[in-house]
T-cell receptor
Framework: GAGVSQSPSNKVTEKGKDVELRCDPI?????LYWYRQSLGQGLEFLIY????????KSGLPSDRFSAERTGGSVSTLTIQRTQQEDSAVYLC????????????FGPGTRLTVT | ELKVEQNPLFLSMQEGKNYTIYCNYS?????LYWYRQDPGKSLESLFV?????AVKQEGRLMASLDTKARLSTLHITAAVHDLSATYFC?????????????FGTGTRLTIIP
């Protein structure tokens, strides 16, 4: 079946601009996660959505970062006033209901801030 | 704060040899995951380890978990070139399970013919 999809696959933006990154989770998966992978920081958790519960935003690095999940499915990660240190690969993952399933990762969006 | 450390960070080994990658973590957890990442690609799930003493094997890879020692190992047997990749362990310490993962630094494995 279809896996997690993300768009765009690559995004180049100028410093100070806003960007939106999209994630389509696997159908039926109730949990959705955003991670960031960068050379300096490795793989970092950003935010986690589970069903209709309030999201866990504990990994968001600053208030320039926000995310929403509409209708319990598609999610958008928004970065306002991008900075060069925001350059990274942003990975989305989803998992089905329950405690024992691994997270299935999408292909990522490579963001470059110039 | 949970810390997850892997060693070695880089590993170059000859085909046919055996080796082990280690993953240590700082806080009690009984949920540990191993992922593989090929260059320019996303993360592929390899193993899910959910209890002390858990051992799982797939092909030339075998993963184990010792929750008392807070240690997981990924053992490679008779390495072949297509195992070249970066391997990450990840730990979940959430109360209800399947929440955010804390990843190790990754081990970049290169298999030399």
């Amino acid at each position: 079946g279809a896996g997690v999809s993300q768009s765009p696959s690559n995004k180049v933006t100028e410093k100070g601009k806003d960007v939106e990154l999209r994630c389509d989770p696997i159908s039926g998966h109730t949990a959705l996660y955003w991670y960031r992978q960068s050379l300096g920081q490795g793989l970092e958790f950003l935010i986690y959505f589970q069903g209709n519960s309030a999201p866990d935003k504990s990994g968001l690095p600053s208030d320039r970062f926000s995310a929403e999940r509409t209708g319990g499915s598609v999610s958008t990660l928004t970065i306002q006033r991008t900075q060069q240190e925001d350059s990274a690969v942003y990975l989305c993952a989803s998992s089905p209901p329950g405690q024992v399933y691994e997270q299935y990762f999408g292909p990522g969006t490579r963001l470059t801030v110039t | 704060e949970l810390k997850v450390e892997q060693n070695p960070l880089f590993l170059s080994m000859q085909e046919g040899k055996n080796y082990t990658i280690y993953c240590n973590y700082s806080t009690t957890s009984d949920r540990l995951y191993w992922y593989r990442q090929d260059p320019g690609k996303s993360l592929e799930s390899l193993f899910v380890l959910l209890s002390n003493g858990a051992v799982k094997q797939e092909g030339r890879l075998m993963a184990s978990l010792d929750t008392k020692a807070r240690l997981s190992t990924l053992h490679i047997t008779a390495a072949v070139h297509d195992l070249s990749a970066t391997y990450f362990c990840a730990v979940d310490i959430s109360n209800f399970g399947n929440e955010k993962l804390t990843f190790g630094t990754g081990t970049r494995l290169t298999i030399i013919p």
